[in-house]
């Protein structure tokens, strides 16, 4: 049946990323007003260990929708990077974690991506704009303030990942059955 074809299922597959990528993409302007406290940590986290490899294709799904709707300005660039790295140290993480572990490990990565988000990000900076490495160093510590919000919001809602993991698995295994 056309249901249980496997371009189907890609498909449907296809679809689902494009959403969580929208997903991510909204809950950044949803958080606009909040500084440097938004949901891209923890959805990045979130899809990684729901689809491990495949999570790629909405968090560039999300990286492209910047991109389009923001344009393609140097400030972009850093995104091609920045959400890969949480999503490779992610991937680097245990995968049988006991809840008790996982929550406020998870929590604690969420946060250090946050906490380092400026340092992440200036080295594209200097090169982008010339900056030599004490221009970094400099540009990385007036930022700095806004990083520790960034890690504070993140490991905040780094204790979310842990339920939507489990809410997305949940969702997949419930629409398996359907078909």
């Not at 958080?31 to 979130?46: A, E």
């Amino acid at each position: 049946s056309i249901m249980k074809s496997k371009k189907y299922q890609q498909l449907v597959e296809l679809i689902v990323f494009a959403m969580l990528g929208v997903i991510m993409f909204i809950s950044k302007y949803l958080t606009d007003l909040l500084p440097n406290i938004h949901f891209l940590g923890m959805l990045t986290m979130t899809y990684t260990i729901v689809y491990r490899k495949k999570a790629l294709i909405p968090i560039y799904v999300f990286v492209m929708l910047i991109g389009i709707f923001n344009g393609f300005a140097m400030w972009w660039i850093p995104y091609l990077y920045i959400w890969t790295i949480l999503w490779g140290i992610t991937m680097l993480l245990p995968k049988k974690m006991s809840k008790k572990v996982a929550i406020p490990v998870y929590a604690v990565v969420c946060a250090l991506h946050g906490l380092c988000y400026g340092i992440l990000y200036a080295p594209a900076q200097a090169i982008m704009f010339g900056l030599n490495f004490k221009g970094m160093l400099t540009w990385i510590a007036t930022g700095f303030y806004f990083d520790v919000i960034h890690g504070i919001g993140n490991f905040a809602l780094g204790f979310l990942i842990v339920p939507l993991a489990e809410a997305l698995q949940k969702f997949h295994k419930t629409a398996k059955k359907e078909n």
